[in-house]
């Protein structure tokens, strides 16, 4: 048997919490009045999408090792580099790779609505972003519960297209954790994930303490994102 | 080996890449490489799972595609002959025993939830069949799909390149549906329908948790059924997966399943010989317990299975242009939305399947066709009829049409059943008979009943079961042949006492020429449904064809304890058919309030006593400042901004279609060409976009996501197009971007380009040689005004 593990879930029955401020800052809210229509535009789509989301995900732990290519996630084919997941990785003796997605259903109803009713069509799509950020903290949660057991802290989740890691690592990725046979989920050749509600993620097993988040000068959307130009964060809020 | 089956179980072997792993597979490595690697691995498990008594060994080629090997230095070919040639040295001399090539998921989506056409798809499987043929394998196993569309471009390379015996497997959720959404009846309809002489479930669960599955697909097919689930469900001990059966509880189900009807077995995930040998042992001295459940008339989307049965179901007749100008003018503009608008509401107002027909004498049809069944499947899951009186475009649709279709139509002349009946066949679709032949419509029911006697039995020689016949016994007039009206009805009886079909019609022709067409329509469509017709083909947004419709099947027990009647009629709900009342308010209110239901209403009240132009200078174009001042100055956010804008658009489809009727020629200044960029499936931005500049006036074709750079220089070159507009969400499709814009230059098209998209900035628009960057909707509109007016 080999060191490398999966833990699958299908939780599609679990009801995660969707935050309306979070579906609100998506939609570029900045304390605007809100009329009644809209409001319960936003209130009828959060309770959709939670309805409609075949939630799934998958995560593995593995052993890392530093190398001059970059870090080796031992007894798999993934190779992390740049010099920024270098940073965030620093004291780390173990990774958790995720994948998580919302599934296909949520992507058809996303559509349907921008052809018929775009604003519902847009609200819908914030409200599957919220979403799909609730369920990566929830396998968070249960990946900390484990790094915990075995003595360990966590860094904050990493994602390919984050700093100077690659999103070309995408396949990779999923490739290691089966994740289309297990949760259904697969990637473009552009390396666009599809269902587009997925994410996927990097987490330390650290014996220091956690760190902050590095924030936003990090990240490469830095430039033009409307996050760090109205409020200086994005998740990092 | 088929044969066989009548007498004795059939049995594959367990997993490969559980094997590869205990022998040191890394995760994510490719399982194909160790062909070429370790082939002494691959044939030592092959050797494992044949001592255990496997009939069938898998090889080792589930992911041996062009894709996966891309980043390789494997090719198809030769990894495909080399697992075929270890699986041969592993069988050695055996009497009996068979190799399989095994077929997995390609890993990238088709379109339109991908990015991959059917042809490639197509392709890719094709190469590799091509190359197990020729290796020599005994028969073809494509397994673990998820996706059904896949499925069926695996399917078509198998049967068009191999006489092989070909056996499926789809991998479903929990909930007994498969990742992309296929149910088990519409799986069994499908690949049926396709021709594969096995087919069944793999992976997904544990042997206990299958069940559920199995029992649904012994429900509804005739063919052998094939399970090979994984052994149990994964525990986590130790921080190391282990699957919670033990070979003895895994044989107990797989037993249960024998009983059932089930008669080919393996096994999925976490299972090794131990486990094959242990259900064989199981299933001793147990014989094969076939079944054969009643055959059903289905059509079915990817998602979704219509059967034919006592309950009336109606088939949606609006997208036809014949008789529609606005349906014809989208059709000549490419104005696929438009289209998808009208499907869309015919599901929602009622109609189980729609009718499509694009038959228009200026336009291609062919692509029509196709573009408009891809794009109205991407939506809905309502399964479409393929309406044409083309053999070419009926075959081009019924091939790229994702399930089982319904097509219209054949008849009773012999070159009819000639052209169409191998298409129906190989596709395995429904088809609407017409009770028509080389004498023209028959005046008598007897008349009609031997015409639809004679195609039946004539489509027996082409393999097509009774019950894909769906005949449509043909509605005359009643104001030029009166006395024979009633002929056609009569028919019905006669020819569903004689046969197992179900029938069609279409009703509206009854009454073509008189006054008060209504009364006329609904009450024959009454009688009709009194005759036995099972599937009325007809307009759903119909109130008073839908009312007859629910009167009918509240009188004819279909509608029990009249549980839809009452929720539509009964008092609470009765909405459809009141108008609301609002408080009277001016176009420019009804717009920066965002009143969406509102604006056509009040548009069409307006144009009684204004021209269009008036409207939109005296109410539209204020009204949308005000609502754009408010945005800026953050008094609303996007969703209100958005709401309001389609609002305005209501307002101009109103205007529009008021145009149309006049017949007044829109002029044109010059269109904008929008398309969010090859390769990347991000168009919200690109949407809000298009919105926003429609309400300006701007005429926009819109391309779509994932355009190919061709055609957007194909249509720069053929429309008037004055400015492109590109978008990109991704870094790396930004490349495509650049791509798109040289590829114009190239082609010394001098349209100047505008792009947009979340990772854009005024430097990358620069570099990659945009003429402009437009941060928002706005910028675009600015941006159009200075180019266009």
Request: hydrophobic share 40%.
């Amino acid at each position: 048997m080999s060191n490398y593990h999966f833990y699958k879930n299908n939780n599609s029955n679990k009801n995660l919490n969707i935050d309306k401020d979070e579906v609100l800052r998506y939609l570029g809210y900045k304390n605007n009045v809100i009329d009644e229509t809209t409001d319960s535009i936003i209130d009828s789509s959060i309770y959709e999408i939670q309805k409609t989301s075949s939630m799934n995900y998958v995560y593995a732990i593995f052993n890392i090792e530093e190398t001059n290519e970059g870090i080796l996630l031992n007894n798999s084919i993934i190779k992390l580099t740049g010099r920024d997941i270098h940073e965030h990785l620093k004291g780390s003796q173990k990774v958790a790779v995720m994948a998580v997605t919302l599934g296909f259903q949520v992507e058809q109803k996303i559509k349907h609505y921008s052809i018929t009713n775009l604003t519902k069509g847009i609200i819908l799509d914030a409200c599957a972003t919220a979403m799909v950020e609730e369920l990566c903290n929830y396998v968070e949660k249960d990946i900390k519960a484990l790094a915990i057991k075995s003595g360990y802290n966590i860094t904050h989740r990493y994602s390919p297209g984050y700093g100077d890691l690659p999103i070309s690592i995408q396949p990779d990725i999923l490739n290691a954790l089966n994740a289309q046979r297990l949760i259904g989920l697969t990637v473009t050749d552009n390396f666009i994930l599809l269902p587009r509600k997925s994410v996927t993620a990097i987490i330390g097993f650290t014996k220091e303490k956690p760190r902050n988040k590095e924030g936003c000068l990090n990240c490469n959307l830095y430039e033009n994102c409307q996050f760090s130009k109205e409020r200086g964060l994005c998740h990092a809020k | 080996m088929l044969n066989k089956l009548k007498e004795n179980f059939l049995f594959f072997d367990g997993a490969m890449g559980t094997m590869l792993q205990s022998a040191g597979l890394k995760a994510g490595e490719l399982p194909e490489s160790y062909n070429i690697k370790n082939p002494h691995i691959i044939y030592s498990i092959h050797k494992q799972y044949l001592k255990a008594g496997s009939d069938i060994i898998t090889t080792n080629t589930f992911g041996a595609n062009r894709l996966k090997l891309k980043d390789t230095s494997l090719s198809v070919e030769q990894v495909i002959y080399s697992a075929v040639d270890i699986g041969k040295k592993a069988i050695e001399y055996r009497d009996e025993k068979y190799i399989a090539l095994s077929i997995g998921p390609i890993g990238t989506l088709l379109k339109p939830l991908g990015t991959l056409s059917f042809q490639d798809a197509y392709e890719i499987f094709q190469e590799q069949i091509i190359a197990g043929v020729k290796a020599g394998v005994d028969l073809i196993l494509i397994e673990t799909m998820a996706d059904l569309y896949e499925i069926k471009a695996a399917i078509l390379a198998a049967k068009e390149n191999s006489n092989l015996p070909i056996f499926c497997t789809m991998t479903f959720q929990d909930g007994t549906r498969t990742f992309t959404g296929t149910d088990v009846i519409t799986m069994v309809s499908v690949l049926e329908g396709l021709g594969v002489d096995a087919l069944g479930v793999n992976c997904s669960t544990g042997p206990k948790e299958i069940q559920v599955i199995v029992e649904d697909i012994l429900k509804y097919t005739q063919l052998p059924i094939i399970v090979q689930p994984n052994a149990g469900l994964p525990k986590i001990i130790e921080n190391k997966t282990y699957y919670d059966l033990s070979p003895e509880d895994f044989s107990k189900e797989i037993k249960s399943m024998a009983k059932k009807g089930v008669t080919i077995f393996g096994g999925c995930c976490g299972t090794t010989p131990e486990y094959i040998r242990s259900m064989k042992s199981k299933l001793k001295g147990l014989k094969p317990n076939i079944h054969l459940p009643t055959r059903l008339t289905t059509a079915t989307s990817a998602s979704k299975t219509i059967v034919f049965d006592d309950e009336v179901k109606i088939i949606g007749e609006r997208i036809n242009p014949t008789g529609k100008k606005n349906l014809e003018v989208a059709l000549k503009e490419n104005n696929i939305d438009y289209i998808l608008k009208e499907a869309i509401l015919q599901q929602e107002t009622g109609s189980h399947i729609l009718d499509i027909n694009v038959g228009l004498p200026e336009i291609d049809e062919k692509y029509m066709m196709v573009k408009v069944i891809s794009e109205i499947q991407s939506v809905l899951p309502t399964p479409l009829q393929i309406d044409s009186s083309k053999k070419e475009v009926i075959e081009a649709a019924a091939r790229i049409y994702n399930g089982k279709p319904i097509i219209n139509s054949v008849n009773g002349k012999k070159s009819s059943m000639d052209d169409i009946f191998p298409i129906v066949k190989k596709y395995g679709a429904l088809v609407i008979a017409l009770t028509l032949d080389e004498d023209g419509i028959p005046t008598t029911a007897e008349k009609r009943v031997e015409i639809a006697t004679n195609i039946i039995e004539y489509a027996k020689k082409y393999e097509i079961p009774e019950e894909n016949i769906l005949i449509d016994p043909l509605v005359l007039t009643a104001s030029a042949e009166q006395e024979s009206v009633l002929e056609t009805l009569r028919s019905i009886p006669l020819i569903k006492s004689k046969y197992n079909v179900k029938i069609v019609l279409g009703t509206s022709n009854v009454s073509f020429g008189l006054p008060n067409r209504n009364i006329l329509n609904t009450t024959y469509l009454a009688l009709a449904l009194g005759f036995g017709l099972d599937a009325p083909i007809t307009d759903s947004t119909n109130h008073a064809l839908m009312d007859t419709i629910r009167a009918y099947k509240v009188l004819a027990n279909q509608d029990k304890n009249c549980q839809d009647f009452l929720n539509i009629y009964g008092s609470s709900n009765n909405v459809k058919y009141e108008h609301t009342s609002y408080a009277p308010m001016n176009l420019d209110e009804i717009i920066i309030k965002g009143l969406k239901e509102e604006a056509n209403r009040k548009t069409r009240e307006l144009l009684n006593n204004l021209s269009s132009i008036e409207i939109v200078n005296k109410f539209m174009i204020p009204a949308l400042d005000i609502v754009g001042e408010k945005y800026d100055s953050q008094e609303i956010f996007l969703p209100q901004l958005i709401r309001s804008a389609e609002t305005a658009k209501e307002a101009f489809e109103a205007i529009k279609d008021h145009m149309t009727r006049e017949g007044v020629e829109k002029t044109s200044t010059g269109k904008i060409l929008l398309a969010t960029v090859q390769g990347d499936i991000h168009d919200i931005g690109k949407n809000i976009v298009k919105l926003i500049l429609e309400n300006y006036g701007f005429d926009v074709i819109d391309l779509g996501k994932d355009v190919p750079i061709q055609t957007v220089v194909d249509t720069v070159k053929n429309q008037n197009i004055k400015l492109v507009g590109l978008s990109a969400l991704m870094t790396t499709t930004v490349k495509n971007m650049e791509d798109t814009i040289k590829a114009l230059k190239r082609e010394g098209l001098n349209v100047p380009v505008v792009v947009g998209g979340a990772v854009l900035t005024p430097e990358y628009a620069n570099m990659i040689e945009a003429d402009y960057y437009a941060k928002d909707a706005k910028d675009a509109v600015d941006i159009a005004k200075e180019i266009l007016q």
